[in-house]
């Protein structure tokens, strides 16, 4: 399924890993962006572009993000990845896997999405959890996503049987 651009709160490699040994994927470049860096629009169909918004372990000499205070100072200062992320979240349909909406950042943009902003006229914003809890769902339901009890694998095998010809890129 083409995506043109993927958020990783995380610092490993395993989409890059994941995206070399994937023998049918869609697009065939991954374009790895730290969150210091400046923004650049992708304009080829065959690039997925993959922004470390905590720092990668690809690049350790940028920083990295770990501790609140570290996570109250992204938030606050001008930064275009983060600015991007939180006018998505805030109108675009998107999906979230590996992670809880307990993250200090994620959490303070997606209290950017309203009732008002998210757009009921383009498919759900979709949370990933094998095992939610009462709290998940309730801040789902805040945030106006679709709490699927799932993991990441039964997702893709029920999207491949319910649409077997993806659109590509």
């Not at 070399?20 to 997925?48: G, M, T, W, Y």
């Amino acid at each position: 399924y083409p995506w043109s651009r993927i958020f990783s709160l995380n610092i490993d490699d395993a989409i890059e890993v994941a995206h070399l040994q994937c023998s049918d994927r869609n697009q065939s470049v991954l374009q790895p962006i730290h969150f210091k860096e400046d923004f650049v629009e992708s304009k080829s169909p065959d690039v997925l572009q993959l922004v470390h918004l905590h720092g990668s372990v690809r690049n350790p000499r940028e920083p990295f993000v770990f501790s609140y205070r570290q996570y109250a100072e992204l938030t606050t200062k001008p930064n275009v990845w983060m600015a991007l992320l939180s006018q998505f979240l805030a109108t675009e349909p998107f999906v979230v896997v590996g992670t809880t909406l307990n993250e200090p950042d994620l959490e303070h943009y997606l209290s950017f999405r309203t009732p008002a902003t998210s757009r009921s006229d383009w498919g759900p914003s979709i949370l990933i959890d094998p095992k939610p809890d009462d709290g998940t769902a309730r801040d789902c339901a805040q945030h106006q996503l679709r709490l699927l009890e799932c993991d990441l694998a039964s997702f893709v095998n029920w999207l491949r049987a319910h649409f077997p010809n993806p659109p590509r890129a």
